[in-house]
């Protein structure tokens, strides 16, 4: 997650969690589709030879890696310190998975 996303990232968990009765994955992959958008946007360089599409799927194919550590440490944090937490455990894994997905995003997407 960039910092932009890292802020959706909440504002989803929240909205979904409190209002809908969701779980915090659901969240993660709405952010996704919007991190695309504005990521290819604002952050990174279209790398030319590599169609939108296939783009697009390496990103989502990222963000599903970054999922699984999303929530591998939201379920420690909710078992370490328990479910009503779950704020607490959220901006303990924003670290690794904001580093994550900006590294691996700069290393396989980004034309710069």
């Known amino acids: 997650m960039e910092p932009q996303s890292a802020v959706s990232g ?3 968990t929240v909205a979904l969690i409190e209002l809908a009765d969701l779980l915090p994955g659901v969240s ?3 952010s996704t589709v919007f991190n695309y958008v504005a990521s290819m946007r604002y952050v990174f360089a279209h790398r030319e030879g590599l169609s939108r599409v296939r783009e697009f799927i390496i990103f989502v194919t ?3 890696i970054g999922l699984g550590l999303n929530e591998a440490i939201m379920w ?3 078992s370490l ?3 009503e937490w779950y704020m607490l455990t959220k901006v303990v894994a924003t670290a ?3 580093f994550w997905n900006l590294f691996s ?3 396989w997407i980004d034309a710069g």
């Open 10 to 12: 909440f504002a989803i």
């Open 28 to 30: 993660y992959c709405v």
């Open 62 to 64: 990222l963000s599903v």
């Open 76 to 78: 420690l944090g909710g």
């Open 81 to 83: 310190v328990g479910d």
């Open 96 to 98: 690794p998975v904001m």
């Open 105 to 107: 995003r700069k290393r």
